[in-house]
């Protein structure tokens, strides 16, 4: 028997790193208004890790969404694997030529392209695609901001969020 009710808890794990990084960031100053010495050169740097914290906490929950949608999503070693009703795939993160967000799908979906495959839609509401924002920001150049606010954007549209070898003109725009 659990005391705490399947709904706070989800809402606490939804919160996870912004909790921690309260956490942190109380600690470090109370250690700076409260200590001298060491302690008061550990509050600051507590204060440091606690701000970096709190900044990744909220763009990891912008970018997480109800896990109420078709399917499921799967990454390991450097693979991202989608297990949908319909459809579905995997392709390898170090092979990926092409990142888009399609809104006019309805859930919306990442598309990730690799050459010599079809393209894997994932729908952004799938399960387990928090987990494809560590990948997303490790891929080379990505401005995460920029994914997080597309992904937030209404409306019907088709976006290219990253791509590895640019391969329109320079004046073409990638949104």
């Known amino acids: 028997m659990s005391l705490i009710r399947p709904e706070a808890r989800t809402a606490l794990w939804r ?18 208004l409260g200590a001298f010495g060491l302690l008061f050169w550990g509050g600051w740097v507590l204060l440091i890790i606690g701000t970096a914290l709190a900044i990744v906490g909220v763009q990891r929950l912008r970018f997480r969404l109800e896990a109420d949608g078709p399917g499921v999503v799967q990454v390991d070693e ?22 888009a967000l399609d809104h006019t799908a309805k859930p919306a979906h990442w598309i990730l392209q690799q050459p010599g495959q079809d393209a894997l839609h994932i729908p952004v509401n799938a399960a387990g695609t928090e987990t494809l924002f560590d990948v997303f920001a490790s891929l080379p150049g990505l401005r995460t901001e920029r994914m997080l606010a597309e992904l937030r954007k209404p409306g019907p549209h088709h976006v290219v969020i990253w791509e590895r070898n640019a391969t329109r003109p320079p004046m073409h725009r990638l949104h």
């Open 78 to 99: 450097g693979q991202i694997a989608y297990f949908g009703p319909l459809t579905g795939g995997a392709v390898a993160v170090s092979e990926l030529t092409m990142l």
């Open 15 to 32: 919160w996870r790193e912004l909790i921690v990084a309260a956490v942190v960031l109380l600690m470090g100053l109370r250690w700076v």
